[in-house]
């Protein structure tokens, strides 16, 4: 049986191993404790401790193609284990441009959407009624910082009937009634529209030996729907003549009816049509001493009706 190792007291960290008495030599052992946190070795060139070496950098990083930054915290001296914590979080280029933001959930980026419609009105916007197209230009895909170019054109709603046929007006100085003609326009979206109209209507008439003529023509613009006058009437044609001698004379007027009608946004849309009237006064409601009225016309070849929408 081999001797027993013999320590001399709880300090020692050497082992005698033998007798003390010759010719046996003293050998001397290493005691190394088993405790896991020791990581003591003993090998042929004598003790040996791994040495580690744990390191880290905080903020930015040293190394301009890094993003990541390393924070390490030591232990206590006296902890066992030794545990080193490792944390590691986003550098964030504090640029403009980064729109990197850093959360409780991890990175974020702002996302935006930019959009337009181009083309003719309506449809463009949700109710069609605007007069505005927008073009919405993005950057290219390298751009920094990434700028949107947004533009905008007028577009207004816009239309034009004409030409159309003629009506006879030698009625209407009788009845005292407006005639309809087919001039007409339909104002398509709720807003404020410009109509322009060039009317054209004429009055011819023979005057015998002293007779006289007292005869005027009008026009005006009413909605189709509800009767309803939207521009009052303009003066046309005006035949106011008297003569020694016969006479056969033919006068024409070309109008101008312009004015701004609305349409609401309940009424959705509007027809607008122009109406035309003869009328005479004086004696023989404007043909006198033997006049003759021989025609009075809406001319409906000569006449044009516009409509331009100004606010929505």
Known sequence: MPPRPTRFDNSDCIA??????????????????????????????????????????????PNANETIGVVVTPPDADDCPQTYTVSAHAILDPDECNALTSTEQGL????????????????????????????????AAADCPRNY?????????????GPV?????????????????ALQVTLPAPGVYLVSGDVNTSICATLEYGSATNL?????????????VELQPRGSAQHQFTSPDRLQHCTHGPTSLSG???????QGSKTVRVQAILSGGGPGDGLANGATLQKSTFHGP????TYVKVAD
């Open 16 to 61: 005698l191993v033998g007798e003390a008495t010759p010719p046996e030599p003293l050998r001397a052992d290493l005691i190394i404790d088993p405790d896991e946190c020791n990581a003591a070795r003993c090998t042929g060139q004598g003790l040996r401790v791994p040495k580690t070496h744990v390191t880290g950098t905080s903020g930015p990083s």
């Open 108 to 139: 974020r980026v702002t996302e935006t959407h930019v959009t337009g419609t181009s083309g003719p009105a309506p449809g463009r916007i949700a109710n069609a009624w605007q007069s505005i197209d927008v073009v919405v230009a993005p950057p």
């Open 149 to 161: 170019t947004v533009r905008a054109y007028l577009t207004p709603q816009r239309g034009e009937a």
């Open 165 to 181: 046929g003629s009506v006879d007006l030698r009625p209407t100085r009788t009845s005292n009634t407006w005639a309809n003609t």
């Open 216 to 228: 005027w023509t009008e026009v005006r613009l009413i909605d189709v729907d509800s009767g309803t």
């Open 260 to 266: 701004l009608v609305t349409v609401s946004p309940a």
């Open 302 to 305: 000569r006449s044009y009706l």
